[in-house]
């Protein structure tokens, strides 16, 4: 397995236009996990999803930002109207459940937006 | 919610050994890990303790827990400059709805002196 991927790698986008990241989960993983890592706040979980359901949102910073998953190996987060201020790296992770201890969260490269 | 308090930045001499310190607030956390971010990539899995566990060795790092204190500690044996990176703790506290998340400390940036 290629492992997580998430595209694009970086994107450079004007304030106020509609941003859309993608996160492809590894094969056989049920839970995704959106996360925003920035300097001042470090890593922060955003959103996360168990078998395609939304579990937990409340990390979601406004209703500018939203996330599906239209199938079990997918899924996209938007950002609609982008400010500058979401300008940070997006990382997505994905992982089995419930099993334990095999439950390390996997993460893709991140995708670095900066919006100006 | 949940809050995992990490130090900023940590310097070391090649060879010395790395201290890395978290401290967390939810006691229900059954599974505290280490995760490891090199410069430009993801964040990898270094390794993780068992709540009932006080220590784990595994070759170069040991993990101290002390759940009264709600204390985690990393400690990497004869530091490389290849261990330069940012490392996260992060601890499970679980949901009641059975399934789980991870929260992340804000990360400590270990820089190694040659």
């Known amino acids: 397995d290629a492992g997580v991927i998430q595209s694009p790698r970086h994107e450079v986008t004007e304030m106020g236009q509609e941003v859309t990241l993608r996160c492809k989960l590894i094969?056989?993983?049920?839970?995704l996990f959106w996360y925003r890592q920035t300097m001042m706040r470090g890593l922060e979980l955003l959103i996360y999803f168990n078998n395609n359901v939304p579990i937990d949102d409340s990390g979601m910073p406004e209703d500018r930002f939203s996330a599906k998953m239209p199938n079990a190996s997918f899924s996209t987060l938007k950002i609609q109207p982008s400010e500058p201020r979401d300008s940070a790296v997006y990382f997505c992770a994905s992982s089995h459940t419930p099993a334990r201890p095999n439950t390390e969260a996997f993460f893709g490269q991140g995708t670095r937006l900066t919006v100006v | 919610g949940e809050d995992v308090e990490q130090s900023l930045f940590l310097s070391v001499r090649e060879g010395d050994s790395s201290v890395i310190n978290c401290t967390y607030t939810d006691s229900s956390s059954t599974y505290l890990y280490w995760y490891k971010q090199e410069p430009g990539a993801g964040l990898q899995l270094l390794t993780y303790?068992?709540?009932?566990?006080d220590m784990k060795q595994d070759q170069r790092l040991t993990v101290l827990l002390n759940k009264k204190d709600k204390h985690l500690s990393l400690r990497i044996a004869d530091t490389q400059t290849g261990d330069s990176a940012i490392y996260f703790c992060a601890v499970d506290p679980g949901t009641t709805s059975g399934t789980y998340k991870y929260i992340f400390g804000t990360g400590t940036r270990l820089k190694v002196l040659a």
């Open positions: 303790i068992f709540s009932n566990m």
């Open positions: 094969s056989g993983h049920n839970s």
